[in-house]
């Protein structure tokens, strides 16, 4: 049997720096700019218009904010967390 072919080639392993604060903020921005949404406007059809563009201005601040804010996190994280080994 022939193994499976991949959907799509996967990036070289010195992109995941970049591709998962790409996908965490994308996923984070969306929760919370749901949630914010509907506080501001309550569950209406007006949030189904008004959240992906929050959503889209939330992403763009958040993802070149959390690539110069990691490091920053990482080294408080362990100062604070005692590291293995």
């Known amino acids: 049997m022939t193994p499976a072919r991949p959907f799509f080639r996967k990036l070289p392993a010195r992109y995941g720096a970049l591709v998962m604060p790409l996908i965490l903020t994308a996923m984070m921005t969306f929760v919370i700019s749901g949630i914010s949404t509907v506080n501001a406007l309550g569950f209406?059809?007006?949030?189904?218009?008004?959240?992906?563009?929050?959503?889209?201005m939330s992403w763009i601040v958040a993802y070149p904010t959390i690539l110069v804010v990691l490091p920053v996190v990482r080294r408080l994280t362990a100062m604070v967390v005692d590291q293995p080994g």
Do not use: G, S
């Open 44 to 56: 209406t059809a007006q949030v189904l218009r008004d959240w992906p563009r929050a959503w889209i």
